[in-house]
C-alpha cells in the first residue's frame, strides 16, 4: 500500500519529468526551427551569389562576341536562370539534381539538352520549395530561360502526372522544349509517389 508521503513523493517525480520533457521538446523544436531558417537564409545569399555569377558569365560572352557552344558542366555549375512571371518564379538553374544542388536551386538533369541549346531541356526541383508554384500554372504560360548565351522564350504546352520511373517524359526532341519535373501530389507528406510533369515548346524561333 502506497502512503501519502510516497504519493506525494510520486507526484512531485512525475511533474520534475514532465517538465524536463517540456524542455526537450522546446530545445528541439527550437533547433528545427533555425535549422529551416539558416538553410533558407543560406539558400537565398546563394540565389543571389549565383545570379551574380550568371551577369559575370553574360558579360564575358558579351566581350568574346561568339557564339555559345556546348560546355562540360559540373555538378552544382550555374547554367543560367528560369523564370516564370505570372507565378513569381525567378531561380536560377544548376547542374545536376544531387540533394545539396536541389536545396539552393533548381537542377539541370544529366543526359538533356543544356539550357540555350536545342532539344528536350530536363530541369527538376523540389515541390516544397522552388518549384512549389507549378501546382498553379496553366497552359500557355510563358517561362524564360536566361543564359550566357542569351534569353529563350517558351509557352506551357501541357502538363501530366507520371510515375517516378517514366523517363520517357525526358526523352530527347528535335525542337526546342523544356520539361519541369517536380514530386507530386505537392502536399503529400514523405516520398512523393508521383511525378507533376510540365511541358513547354519554344517560341522565339524564327
Request: proline share 3%; net charge neutral; aromatic share 8%.
Amino acid at each position: 500500500m502506497i502512503t501519502p508521503s510516497e504519493q506525494k513523493g510520486l507526484a512531485m517525480r512525475g511533474r520534475r519529468f514532465l517538465c524536463w520533457m517540456q524542455a526537450v521538446l522546446f530545445v528541439t523544436g527550437a533547433l528545427a526551427v533555425a535549422y529551416v531558417a539558416l538553410t533558407v537564409l543560406y539558400a537565398n545569399f546563394y540565389q543571389e551569389a549565383a545570379s551574380n555569377t550568371l551577369k559575370d558569365q553574360i558579360h564575358a560572352q558579351e566581350q568574346q562576341k561568339v557564339s555559345g557552344t556546348s560546355i562540360e558542366a559540373k555538378e552544382g555549375d550555374v547554367l543560367g536562370r528560369i523564370e516564370i512571371p505570372r507565378l513569381g518564379v525567378k531561380v536560377v538553374i544548376l547542374q545536376g539534381t544531387t540533394s545539396q544542388t536541389l536545396r539552393l536551386g533548381v537542377g539541370h538533369i544529366d543526359g538533356t539538352a543544356l539550357p540555350g541549346e536545342t532539344g528536350n531541356i530536363g530541369i527538376a526541383g523540389h515541390r516544397d520549395t522552388y518549384f512549389r508554384a507549378l501546382k498553379d500554372i496553366r497552359t500557355d504560360d510563358e517561362i524564360q530561360i536566361q543564359t550566357a548565351t542569351g534569353l529563350s522564350n517558351y509557352k506551357v504546352d501541357s502538363v501530366q502526372i507520371v510515375a517516378p520511373d517514366d523517363t520517357g517524359v525526358l526523352a530527347p526532341s528535335a525542337r526546342s522544349a523544356i520539361t519541369l519535373v517536380t514530386c507530386y501530389p505537392f502536399y503529400f507528406i514523405g516520398a512523393a509517389p508521383e511525378r507533376f510533369i510540365v511541358h513547354a515548346r519554344r517560341v522565339d524561333l524564327k
